[in-house]
């Protein structure tokens, strides 16, 4: 038995360390926390100091026990949990439930899975740090407080299976309250004048007027003035500039530049980095600062030089904005310099290159440039023309790497290098447009722009923003749009040859594509929230609950007051709330049925946004129709709303079968019988015919058909989702671009069909075909058991090699639906 136990969260960070240590050091995993405050109760004791009741889960109980048994023979116990606030707690967890002995406990702490790293970590250890574990407790009491109190009433007062979160409700109001910026901005026109010249030495350069016209005709009437005008340049000014390199990553900028370059959501970045750091490639990816270390300041400077030459190396110390950057104590960037391109897969070799180039672009020299600009003044009027240019006289940083903008931040394009000229050279003018430009509303937040809008507002730590942002979006309060833009129409003047032309164009504007757009049941419950619990929706106080908690992990405030002081004020508040306040649908009323005389109105119902005609008052029972997907409580007309008692519109009959046009869940589609046949994009449900509909039937009767017969049964292909498949044998398999999907051979499809069998049965674990039970490999090296519809997911320090069928069904048994059972009435 080894002398040392090393116990950190992650199987994949254990193999990693494994390497780095010697043959008397043992490394396990604690698959994260193996404690923590019990999912279905408060688990806070309220009336007691606040004191956590931390509990261990049934799938972690095997784990502590083998954690246990390893560390009563162990010599040495070293906790190696990460350096933040959860790692600490982590570490405490570990201490508390295997009831390690002080003396043999040893904790360290290390910002990358390094040898050297690792090595140093083991010469200085240190003990748990309990104003790090506090202020960690602080946070999970806090929230649980706000989490387990608020939603009950947003269930009572609005719609069951809501919640609410300290930091999601305000990341959900900030969405709002963009959202309704939109809806009340009024674009106004303005006209943008610009001309194109000609130098003497027939060169062509672009420059503007510093000024709009509100009107048509006051742009018009400044281009006549320039009928027959002569130009010449008036002014040429040349002015050197320096532009500097962005700091290192930190995580939230990390998360930015990668939503910006790669595409990649904030979720997604995390998981990527998190894989790059247990692997050994980067530093701890959960960091606020900007520093690096001499080690890297050195290796940095050192692959400059090697790669670029001297005259690019210029070391750098940045310091953080972040008041509490307490998280790890350098910036997110690669273990090892000289590796630029390591052999990962794919995403990961592409945040990697990200963070090596920013990396080392922060301690490379300025970029030098030459801004010129020029004054071309007219003979007919006092108005001036600039034109800008820039010229790059020595890369620096650029030669590497350059931070991306939001659009919010995007400023006209600078124009590339200008001809040579001369002060009093007379130009040619080629010609002059104004056109039609309209003020733009402030742009939707992406996940980006949100992540660096909660750090503005000091909301939040980065171990915070992408579970905040998965939150909002799983619980249906703000989604991703999907609208490409309207189109709109816009003139534009030319004045050319002395001849002046308007000309009609049109624009797209407006596109949300990828943006998070507020859904109706998150207006609504973030209108509620705001109207009755203004302290905690408020930017100032959840900001500064974060202060206190930096203030409790530098052992500057004592949590459990921190606690008291919250909650005296809080419950009292919930209490009455869930009182008197009156429930909250989001009703709007939108005039009157013509037929019939009654109420129509908009509102939040059981399944969702809907329009009733009537009231509950009435004697005849009220009508209702769902919204469609892109409709919302807020915008919807009155018109589009008596719309929607057309759907389903009945079209006919086809072969024996009803045909009929509505919408579902994934936008308009024609059913016949029981087959549902979507409609191409930018169709309507309430324009479709009856002849497209049989137009389409066909071609579906036409993609359904077999394309080839193996082993005895069909095969079909399709497009879903994920692209093109064919079916065979209740298996879907996706056709890659190595194919022709149009002409697939029989022998591409007996290849497809092969090489499917074979990765499912390298998936199996094991089988019982009677029962229908199997265990499959998932990802992340987890396994499955699945029935059916019915899938229970593994922990992985679960063998499912030696799960029994009895296991298996009753773990099946537990995930199943309960049956409701129908109450027997009272005699």
């Not at 009435?618 to 007309?637: H, V």
Request: charged fraction near 30%; charge should be neutral; include cysteine.
């Amino acid at each position: 038995m080894p002398k040392n136990l090393v116990i950190v969260e992650s199987p994949a960070k254990a193999k990693t360390i494994e390497r780095f240590l010697g043959k008397d050091y043992q490394v396990e995993s604690s698959f994260g926390h193996i404690a923590d405050l019990p999912s279905k109760e408060l688990g806070v004791d309220v009336e007691n100091d606040f004191k956590p009741k931390y509990t261990v889960d049934k799938e972690k109980k095997a784990l502590v026990k083998k954690l246990k048994d390893l560390a009563k023979k162990a010599d040495t116990i070293w906790l190696a949990s990460d350096e933040d606030r959860e790692g600490e707690a982590i570490s405490w967890h570990l201490a508390e439930e295997l009831g390690l002995e002080k003396s043999r406990t040893k904790r360290i702490v290390f910002n990358s899975i390094t040898k050297s790293a690792i090595q140093k970590a083991i010469e200085n250890p240190r003990e748990i740090n309990y104003n790090l574990v506090n202020a960690q407790q602080a946070r999970r009491v806090l929230d649980r407080l706000v989490g387990y109190e608020l939603s009950p009433v947003l269930w009572k007062k609005i719609k069951p299976g809501l919640s609410a979160g300290r930091v999601q409700s305000v990341a959900v109001r900030l969405i709002v309250e963009r959202e309704r910026e939109i809806e009340v901005f009024k674009p106004e026109a303005s006209f943008r004048i610009k001309a194109e010249f000609k130098t003497i030495n027939g060169n062509v350069f672009s420059a503007k007027l510093n000024k709009t016209f509100t009107t048509k005709e006051a742009a018009e009437a400044f281009l006549k003035q320039n009928i027959g005008c002569n130009f010449s340049v008036g002014n040429l000014d040349k002015k050197p500039a320096k532009k500097s390199p962005a700091a290192p990553f930190t995580t939230s900028t990390l998360q930015q530049e990668a939503s910006r370059k790669l595409y990649f959501s904030v979720g997604r970045t995390m998981q990527v980095a998190q894989r790059l750091y247990e692997a050994g490639l980067i530093t701890y990816m959960r960091t606020d600062s900007v520093n690096l270390s001499n080690e890297a300041l050195n290796a940095a400077k050192d692959a400059i030089i090697q790669n670029y030459g001297e005259s690019y190396s210029k070391v750098r110390n940045f310091t953080g904005k972040s008041k509490g950057a307490q998280e790890a104590h350098e910036a997110v960037r690669p273990t090892d310099m000289k590796l630029q391109s390591p052999q990962i897969e794919r995403d990961q070799a592409k945040l990697y290159e990200l963070i090596w180039k920013r990396t080392l672009a922060s301690q490379m020299s300025d970029a030098e440039l030459e801004r010129t600009t020029v004054k071309i003044k007219a003979s007919s009027h006092k108005e001036e023309f600039t034109a800008n240019g820039e010229v790059i006289k020595f890369d620096g940083f650029l030669k590497v790497y350059l931070e991306g903008t939001d659009e919010e931040d995007k400023t006209e394009e600078q124009e590339g290098m200008l001809p040579a000229m001369s002060v009093g050279e007379v130009l040619q003018n080629n010609f002059i447009t104004a056109t039609e430009r309209f003020s733009r509303p402030p742009y939707r937040y992406t996940e980006a722009s949100l992540v660096k809008k909660l750090e503005e507002l000091g909301i939040g730590r980065p171990s915070t923003y992408a579970p905040t942002i998965s939150t909002i979006q799983n619980r249906g309060y703000a989604e991703k749009g999907t609208v490409e833009g309207k189109e709109r129409n816009y003139v534009q003047l030319v004045l050319e040859s002395d001849k002046l032309v308007e000309k009609n164009l049109s624009e797209m504007v407006g596109s949300d594509k990828g943006k998070l757009v507020p859904t109706d049941i998150g207006m609504i419950v973030n209108d509620f929230l705001v109207n009755h619990f203004t302290t905690i929706l408020d930017y100032n106080f959840t900001a500064k609950v974060e202060e206190n908690f930096d203030e409790i992990a530098s052992g500057d405030e004592d949590w459990q007051k921190m606690m008291k002081d919250f909650y005296k004020d809080f419950h009292p508040k919930v209490l009455d709330v869930e009182e008197n306040a009156e429930r909250a649908s989001g009703e709007r009323v939108l005039g009157t049925d013509p037929k019939s005389g009654r109420q129509v109105a908009v509102r939040l119902g059981r399944f969702g946004p809907m329009v009733q005609i009537g009231t509950v008052d009435e004697e005849e029972k009220p009508l209702f129709a769902s919204l469609l997907p892109e409709q919302s409580i807020t915008t919807i007309t009155f018109e589009e709303a008596m719309e929607l008692f057309q759907l389903p519109r009945k079209l006919g009959e086809y072969a024996g079968e009803a045909v009929e046009a509505s919408v579902g869940r994934f936008g308009p589609y024609v059913r016949f019988g029981k087959k549902f046949i979507s409609l191409a994009p930018g169709e309507s449900a309430f324009d479709v015919d009856m002849d497209r509909a049989i137009e389409l039937i066909k071609e579906k009767e036409k993609a359904d058909a077999p394309i080839a017969n193996y082993e005895g049964k069909e095969v079909t292909k399709g497009k879903g989702r994920f692209g093109p498949f064919i079916k065979w044998d209740g298996m879907f398999i996706n056709i890659n671009k190595k194919y022709d999907f149009d002409n697939l051979s029989q022998a591409d499809i007996i290849e497809l069909i092969e090489a499917k069998k074979i990765k499912e049965a390298e998936k199996l674990i094991q089988e019982w075909p009677t029962e229908k039970i199997r265990i499959e490999k998932a990802r992340w090296g987890r396994h499955n058991i699945i029935k059916g519809r019915l899938k229970v997911e593994l922990s992985k320090d679960v063998d499912a090699t030696k799960i029994s069928l009895e296991e298996a069904q009753a773990l099946l048994e537990k995930k199943a639906p309960k049956k409701k059972t129908k109450a027997k009435a009272k005699k």
